[in-house]
């Protein structure tokens, strides 16, 4: 519990730090971005061709839509809903669910790349060897 106590003021006292806060946003815009990009990829493989602009758009309401999870991971969900932001962009539904898809598989092949990479590197063991 102390230990607990003493993370949150840490933290507390990080997240006041003006620097830090312009340092969080960065990332978040950066990511927004480059998510964007992704979903923009993700539309030209189902056969739309989607602006960077739209893409980020589609990809914020997406984020939004994820705040409360339905179903694990929200799936089927998420589909439903870019099949629906696609419709409101004049794209067809269907190029919707397949673009949310190909971000699914996008993310988790990411995520299989990073497990790879931090078990080389033996991330995995690095608790252990803190304490």
């Known amino acids: 519990v102390q230990l607990a106590g003493e993370a949150l003021d840490l ?3 990080t997240a006041r730090n003006p620097r830090v806060i312009a340092s969080f946003l960065g990332f978040v ?5 480059t ?15 989607v602006e960077w602009t739209t893409g980020i758009a589609l990809l914020a309401f997406v984020n939004l839509g994820n705040v409360a999870s339905i179903t694990p991971a929200n799936l089927g969900i998420q589909e439903l809903g870019v099949a ?8 067809s539904p269907a190029s919707g669910v397949v673009a949310s ?6 993310n988790i092949v990411a995520l ?20």
Not at 29 to 33: E, N, T
Not at 84 to 91: K, N, P, T
């Open 101 to 106: 898809v190909v971000v699914r598989l996008s």
């Open 11 to 13: 933290a507390g006292s």
């Open 35 to 49: 998510g964007g990009i992704g979903m923009t990829i993700a539309f030209a493989l189902a056969g739309e061709g």
């Open 29 to 33: 815009l950066v990511g927004l971005v």
């Open 84 to 91: 629906a932001l696609a419709v409101l962009f004049e794209y």
């Open 112 to 131: 299989a790349v990073l497990l790879i990479i931090f078990e080389s590197e033996g991330f995995a063991n690095r608790r252990s060897r803190i304490h």
